[in-house]
């Protein structure tokens, strides 16, 4: 099967970092939003500034995540794609990252429009932590799509998209779908 897999929020928690940094600068992030309660402009000038001090380097990867990609890839073609091109050093500190992690995939794209790289691809399953790109990536593409569970994506799901605790999860889904393929 072909499973394309996001960073921040599935393999990698971004979110207690930021929230540590911006309540640094006396704001309180409200948990159960993805924008942390932020007007969208506010929240990227943020991210700019907490960018500069190279996170994708060393926020902490969420417990098991790198091991079940790494058994998942022994049967399935995995891709990273991720929206981590919207900061300077980005892609960059990314490479090296997965690098030194040794994460083991076919391809990793940074892109935003994460529905179109899984459309061209032909994926049949997306791991997502943000609603709304489960949302795109599902109307966009045949993937159907596991949302991994986040205090900000508690909302409703839709058909197509399955709640999920974390990578292990997808890992025993995963697994149990290609016994019967």
Known sequence: MKIGID???????IINPFDKFIKEKGITPV????????EK????????K??????????PQFEGAVDSINKMSK????????YR?????GVQDTMSRL?????????????????YIARDLGLDFFVEDSIVNAKYIREGSKADVFLIDR?????????????????????ANVSAINKYK
């Open 151 to 171: 205090p900000y994506n508690k909302c409703g799901l839709e058909d197509r998209i399955y709640r999920v605790d974390n990578l292990k999860d997808v890992e």
């Open 99 to 115: 690098e030194k992690d040794g994460v083991n995939v076919n391809q990793i794209y940074f892109t935003k429009k994460k529905s």
């Open 31 to 38: 948990e159960t939003e993805y924008n942390r309660g932020l």
């Open 75 to 82: 049967e399935n073609e995995l891709f990273i794609i991720t």
């Open 41 to 48: 402009d506010v929240v990227r000038d943020y991210f700019k």
């Open 7 to 13: 960073l921040d929020g599935v393999v990698y928690d």
């Open 50 to 59: 907490f960018s500069e001090g190279r996170p994708f380097l060393w926020i």
């Open 85 to 89: 091109n919207w900061c300077k050093t």
